[in-house]
């Protein structure tokens, strides 16, 4: 069965973890992966505690579009963003949060 980029961003937020075979779109470009959300080899979501942070950093056209479906998707309580994340970047996205947003 298909999983289309905006259900698995709905069943990421709902917190499906990679183990489940509907962790990874279609496509195979966008997956869960413990608690991040990766486009490619990007973390462009990740879920901490009762937040999901939301990388901003512009990459590419189809991570832009991802990242908007993102903003629409999460309820605005949970949404925080984070930037300056590398390309490829393999950590938390934690690690950019600001000290006011900790």
């Known amino acids: 069965m298909s999983v289309t980029f905006v259900q698995l961003i709905g069943s990421f937020i709902n917190g499906m973890q990679d183990t489940d075979e509907k962790a990874k779109a279609s496509s195979g470009t966008l997956k869960i992966r413990g608690e991040q959300l990766i486009h490619y080899w990007t973390p462009i979501a990740e879920r901490s505690e009762d937040k999901i942070l939301v990388n901003i950093a512009r990459y590419s056209l189809a991570t832009g579009r991802l990242q908007k479906q993102l903003k ?31």
């Not at 994340?85 to 006011?100: A, C, M, Q, R, V």
């Open 72 to 102: 629409e998707l999460v309820p605005e309580e949970k949404y925080t963003t984070v930037r300056g994340i590398p390309e490829g970047y393999k950590g938390s996205l934690t690690d950019f949060l600001s000290k006011e947003k900790k």
